[in-house]
């Protein structure tokens, strides 16, 4: 099992990026997708997460209207589209896949992670 993130990068404050998770090695499509962010000596926190079959979102209050998840399920990609970015953005940005049954952010609910992008956000 292997998830790969991509995307991340350097930006301006107001900014755009799409990040990319791809998923490999998967036995089941019972997964929910997670994206969480961890910025210097702070916690990892829950971003955005994607139910199996795409039918449940949920949005940190931090990042609400302005990221959106999205996945393509031929390329067993799931995609974070960050817009309206802010130097308080700035994290190593990982996803997770989580076989819990409901859709949540408690990492510990996750079963693997990618190796995580940096996405750094300039003022």
């Known amino acids: 099992v292997q998830l790969v993130e991509s995307g991340g990068g350097l930006v301006q404050a107001g900014g755009s990026l799409r990040l990319s998770c791809v998923a490999s090695g998967f036995t089941s499509d019972y997964y929910a997708i997670g994206w969480f962010r961890q910025a210097p000596g702070k916690r990892r926190e829950g971003v955005s997460c994607i139910s199996s079959g795409d039918t449940d979102t949920y949005y940190a209050d931090s990042v609400k209207g302005r990221f959106t998840i999205s996945t393509d399920n031929a390329k067993n990609t799931v995609y974070l589209l960050m817009n309206s970015l802010k130097p308080e953005d700035t994290a190593v940005y990982y996803c997770?896949?989580?076989?819990?049954?409901?859709?949540?952010?408690?990492?510990?609910?996750?079963?693997?992670w990618g190796q995580g992008t940096q996405v750094t956000v300039s003022s």
């Open positions: 997770g896949a989580s076989s819990f049954a409901l859709l949540t952010t408690i990492s510990r609910r996750y079963d693997y």
